[in-house]
Every structure is written in structure tokens, then in C-alpha cells.
């Protein structure tokens, strides 16, 4: 990401919607919008905080040259992990690239980790920043879902799957129905597109050998 003045909340390093939004090359709406979808990927406290009342008093208070803020009446500001999690489910070109950055920056920095000497001196301080980032790089890692190429090559397996089974145009909404409604089951997710991205393989194949 482009850099950005960061701002502290409790002392935590947050961004506003407008600062995720420059910083991925889109709008705030589509921050906002995106937030509305998947909410429920979202904790309070950890990846973000929506001030009100006394505390957005406080906060504008600090940011009077700031005229976005005039108006607000529940203002978001995201935490690091909340940001990397809009990087993950947006589709700007710039969301996609931060979020190849941190996947690559999640193995970098497990490989310094391990070849770091025990004899280094490193303050309890810098050690607990890096095992935190550490964690919620493998938390993201764990939890990302399929991106639109990954779901449309899911689609394409299932297609050619019906494709094989039957040449018979009315039988076959039938088990395109019957093998989301598996792969639902499988994964135990409301949706194929909520599938995670490490277990694409494993969905793949099932889907190639369904009905056999």
C-alpha cells in the first residue's frame, strides 16, 4: 500500500474508509458496500472500531483541518488486519496487489524468523509486533475464500463434469443443482464462493469423480 498517515486508536495503528479506499485505488462507498456484504468476517475490536457520541467527538476533535469527518455520524476506522481484509475481498487491481504483497511478506517473514540467532538481541517489544503479525498473516491465509478466478474455475469443473454425465439439456439443471448443494455440504458453506482457497484442489477433484 501506498503510504499513509496513520492514525492510533487505543492504541492501535488505524485508517480511516477514505485512507483504505486511496490506498486501493477505489471509492469509500465501495469500502462501505464491501464491509455490508461480509460483515460477518469482521470483529470489532480486532479489524476495526465505529466511534460515536463522545468518542467521535473526541476523534474529530484532533482532526479539524479534516472536513470529510463534518458530517459523520458513526465513523469506521480499520485496524491492520481489518485492512488486509478488505484487500482480500476486493477487486480493484491495487486490493489484488497488497494482497499478493502480504501473502509474500507472511513467508518472508516466517523465514526470518527461523534463521534468526538465538544469540540477537530483540526487545520483548519488537518480538511481540512480529509474532502478532505473524498470527493474523496465518489467520487470513487460513480463511481466505476462492477470488473470482479460482470460482470460475470451479464453475468450469462443474460444468464439465454435468457435461460428462448426461448430453440431456433438462437433466442437467438438475445436477448442476446436486453438485453445489454437495460441494455446500462438503465445505459446510452457504455458498461455493465461500469455499477456502486451500481447499480449491480438494473441490476440484471432488467435483471430477461426483456421481461415480
Same mark, same amino acid.
Given at each position: 500500500? @501506498?503510504?499513509? @498517515?496513520?492514525?492510533?486508536?487505543?492504541d492501535?495503528?488505524?485508517?480511516? &474508509?477514505?485512507?483504505? $479506499?486511496?490506498?486501493?485505488?477505489?471509492? $469509500?462507498?465501495?469500502i &462501505?458496500?464491501?464491509?455490508?456484504?461480509?460483515?460477518?468476517?469482521?470483529?470489532q475490536?480486532?479489524?476495526?472500531?465505529?466511534? &460515536?457520541?463522545?468518542?467521535l467527538?473526541?476523534?474529530?476533535?484532533?482532526?479539524?483541518?479534516?472536513?470529510? %469527518?463534518?458530517?459523520?455520524?458513526?465513523?469506521?476506522?480499520?485496524?491492520e488486519?481489518?485492512?488486509?481484509?478488505?484487500?482480500?475481498?476486493?477487486?480493484?487491481?491495487?486490493?489484488?496487489?497488497?494482497?499478493?504483497m %502480504?501473502?509474500?511478506s507472511?513467508?518472508?517473514?516466517?523465514?526470518?524468523?527461523?534463521?534468526?540467532?538465538?544469540?540477537l538481541?530483540?526487545?520483548?517489544?519488537?518480538?511481540?509486533?512480529?509474532?502478532?503479525?505473524?498470527?493474523?498473516?496465518? @489467520?487470513?491465509?487460513?480463511?481466505?475464500t476462492?477470488?473470482s478466478?479460482?470460482? %470460475?474455475? %470451479? *464453475?468450469?469443473a462443474?460444468g464439465? *463434469?454435468?457435461?460428462?454425465? &448426461?448430453?440431456?439439456?433438462?437433466?442437467?439443471?438438475?445436477?448442476f443443482?446436486?453438485?453445489?448443494?454437495?460441494?455446500?455440504?462438503?465445505y459446510?458453506v452457504?455458498?461455493?464462493?465461500?469455499?477456502?482457497?486451500?481447499?480449491?484442489?480438494?473441490?476440484?477433484?471432488?467435483?471430477?469423480?461426483?456421481?461415480?
Open positions: 500500500m @501506498q503510504q499513509l @498517515q496513520v492514525l492510533e486508536h487505543l492501535k495503528r488505524v485508517l480511516t &474508509t477514505q485512507q483504505i $479506499a486511496e490506498a486501493f485505488g477505489t471509492k $469509500a462507498k465501495v &462501505t458496500r464491501n464491509f455490508q456484504r461480509n460483515n460477518d468476517h469482521y470483529e475490536g480486532v479489524h476495526y472500531f465505529a466511534l &460515536t457520541g463522545e468518542s467527538k473526541q476523534f474529530k476533535g484532533s482532526r479539524r483541518d479534516d472536513v470529510t %469527518l463534518k458530517f459523520v455520524s458513526v465513523l469506521y476506522l480499520w485496524t488486519q481489518g485492512a488486509w481484509l478488505h484487500a482480500k475481498s476486493l477487486n480493484s487491481d491495487k486490493a489484488w496487489q497488497a494482497y499478493n %502480504l501473502i509474500s507472511y513467508y518472508q517473514i516466517k523465514e526470518q524468523l527461523e534463521e534468526v540467532p538465538q544469540t538481541a530483540i526487545s520483548y517489544k519488537q518480538f511481540q509486533q512480529i509474532e502478532r503479525r505473524v498470527e493474523t498473516l496465518e @489467520q487470513l491465509v487460513k480463511n481466505a476462492l477470488h478466478g479460482e470460482q %470460475l474455475r %470451479l *464453475r468450469k462443474v464439465a *463434469r454435468v457435461c460428462e454425465l &448426461t448430453e440431456n439439456q433438462g437433466a442437467r439443471q438438475a445436477l443443482r446436486s453438485i453445489y448443494a454437495a460441494l455446500k455440504e462438503r459446510h452457504g455458498s461455493y464462493r465461500d469455499i477456502k482457497q486451500y481447499q480449491l484442489q480438494d473441490a476440484l477433484r471432488f467435483v471430477e469423480k461426483w456421481g461415480k
